[in-house]
């Protein structure tokens, strides 16, 4: 298994409900592909560089992982198809493997 970085944010405004209902979905698709998470780290609101989908703030989180890399695709996927995620991005950290 490789080790991976996932960060992702979603709309500040979000309900915690819904923000707990997607860090479920990638853990679970992790945990489906054989993979584990190995930290999860809560940045908070942070002010965006430019306007993405109406927003100037986002809530941060950072998800660091191991994974097969046949899954990753699989897990993107499934942010894509997520509608409270409004960007991501999955980076394989050969420093941690």
């Known amino acids: 298994m490789k080790a991976y ?7 500040p405004t979000i309900e915690d409900e819904t923000r707990l209902a997607v860090m479920k ?16 780290e809560d940045w908070g609101k942070r002010k965006l ?5 109406g927003l100037t703030e986002g809530d941060y989180t950072l998800i660091d992982f191991h994974a097969n890399p046949a899954n990753i695709a699989e897990l993107d996927r ?20």
């Not at 970085?5 to 709309?11: G, P, Q």
């Open 25 to 40: 979905r990638i853990e679970t698709t992790i945990a489906e592909g054989e993979g584990k998470v190995d930290n999860v």
């Open 49 to 53: 560089a430019y306007e993405v989908a």
């Open 5 to 11: 970085e996932l960060l992702f944010f979603v709309a």
């Open 78 to 97: 499934v942010l894509r198809i997520t509608d409270a995620v409004v960007r991501h991005k999955i980076v394989r950290r050969a420093d941690r493997d």
